[in-house]
């Protein structure tokens, strides 16, 4: 890809729609507003607080990442989305429940105003809950252009200059490339012929994509991770991103074991529960839906340790993952980490990691940087796979036949190097023999 000769300025309003809008939309949306008047301060978004080094280290000259490329301004952002359930984004925050009651207050006539838009949903993909508040149509494709829809009249009504779409609902059940994914052209038969392999959100990324609307992918569910869905980004010009947002314990397992490995530390097994009681862990008692969050959370190790290359060190790993739901929790997640590694001399050591987190916060940030990021590509002249966006996700999407990239370290050297390249800056290698000269 040719390096931007230009970036398109921020102009105008942006819109950010939502496929479902529980809790991790909801506090995204909150939380936008709060600190759009001065009430909290965007703790967790690399976008709003943090900085890039240009040059070099005696040159001292480390810009906001904000200042530095033309992110559009949280007062241009205008919510919207669907659901599958009619309540407006202040009654679904309640249901949530993740807000502190000084919050929900202060947030209430703003959320009070933003109501979903019919989804489009097929309970034979989420099998552990229903709604109501559902799209009718005699196949998918009548389903998908419902979406198109939706989408232009939402930009027309608001008066946006551009849109980005975000998946935010539940883990779909593990679906499998098939043929009907390979084309653009076997898609649209699939999606009216309502071909068992084409999930939900997948009409809602088609209809994006195909309507030149950024789209990115928070939950493991297959979605834009086949050949047709890419093309037509390509086609149309659209980045797209994915897939399931890294917050809590993957986010864990990216930061520890980077560092193992750099110090050539083996490890015999990573032992990995968690107990959650929001929706999303409601959703994964399902077996299907905890298949496809399960290939996601396990991928993880085994592409950033590399046991093909280091057998003595990892080819014998043991890793399992369980989620259990456990209503009491809510949107308060527990995850424990049982991590068998060993040293010289093949001693065995042990870590144990308890942490209790709070799984919206910790996604909210996660789902603003990817909408301001995503506008920026398009704005960019970037389309296709948004590699460079890596480090939010548990399972990146990446080129065909190219394995991903999961440390956590290397995804954000490659994520602000993507932005030095984009603006025609010196990209950094730390290399650093120039100051020894």
């Known amino acids: 890809m040719d390096k931007p000769s230009k970036i398109a300025p921020a102009k105008g309003k942006l819109g950010v729609l939502f496929p479902g809008m529980g809790a991790v939309s909801t506090t995204v949306m909150a939380g936008v507003e709060l600190v759009r008047r001065g009430k909290a301060q965007p703790i967790g978004s690399v976008t709003q607080l943090g900085t890039i080094r ?21 007062k241009d952002i205008v919510f919207g989305g669907w659901d599958i359930f009619k309540d407006n984004a202040y009654q679904a925050a309640m249901t949530a429940g993740v807000l502190k009651f000084e919050h929900q207050g202060a947030v209430k006539p703003f959320l009070s105003t933003i109501k979903p838009m019919k989804a489009a949903f097929d309970r034979n993909y989420v099998k552990a809950i229903d709604g109501t508040h559902v799209k009718k149509g005699k196949n998918k494709y009548e389903l998908a252009l419902q979406l198109k ?18 998946w935010t609902g539940s883990t779909e059940s593990f679906v499998k490339p098939e043929e009907v994914h390979s084309t653009p052209e076997k898609f649209v038969e699939a999606m009216k012929a309502s071909h068992p ?28 991770d086949i050949p047709a869905i890419q093309q037509l980004a390509h086609d149309h010009n659209v980045p797209i991103c994915g897939k399931d947002f890294k917050t809590g314990q993957t986010l864990i397992k990216t930061i520890l074991a980077p560092g193992f490995k750099a110090r050539m530390l083996g490890l015999a097994g990573w032992f990995s529960t968690n107990i959650l009681g929001n929706r999303d862990g409601e959703v994964l008692e399902d077996p299907g839906s905890f298949k496809t969050k399960e290939e996601s959370k396990l991928s993880v190790l085994e592409y950033i340790l590399q046991p093909k290359l280091y057998p003595v060190l990892y080819g014998k790993m043991h890793h399992k993952v369980r989620i259990n739901y456990y209503p009491p929790r809510g949107d308060d997640k527990e995850g424990w980490d049982n991590i068998d590694i060993f040293g010289w001399l093949n001693y065995p050591m042990q870590i144990k990691v308890d942490f209790l987190c709070k799984d919206s916060i910790l996604a909210a940030p996660i789902v603003l940087d990817l909408v301001l990021f995503m506008d920026l590509a398009q704005r960019a002249g970037m389309r296709g796979i948004q590699e460079w966006l890596s480090f939010y996700f548990k399972s990146p999407m990446t080129a065909p036949g190219l ?33 020894y000269d």
């Open 403 to 435: 394995y991903p990239e999961h440390d956590l370290f290397i995804q954000s050297m490659k994520l602000k190097n993507t932005l030095r390249w984009m603006k025609g800056e010196e990209l950094i290698t730390h290399l650093g023999q120039e100051y």
């Open 149 to 166: 829809q939706d989408m232009a009249n939402f930009k027309k009504e608001n008066r946006l200059n551009r849109l980005v779409v975000c």
């Open 197 to 224: 392999a084409i999930a939900p959100s997948m009409l809602y990324a088609w209809a994006a994509v195909t309507s030149g609307v950024p789209f990115a992918n928070g939950a493991p569910n297959l979605t834009v």
């Open 54 to 74: 240009l040059g070099k280290r005696t040159d001292g000259n480390t810009p906001a990442i904000k200042d530095f490329v033309p992110l559009a301004g949280l």
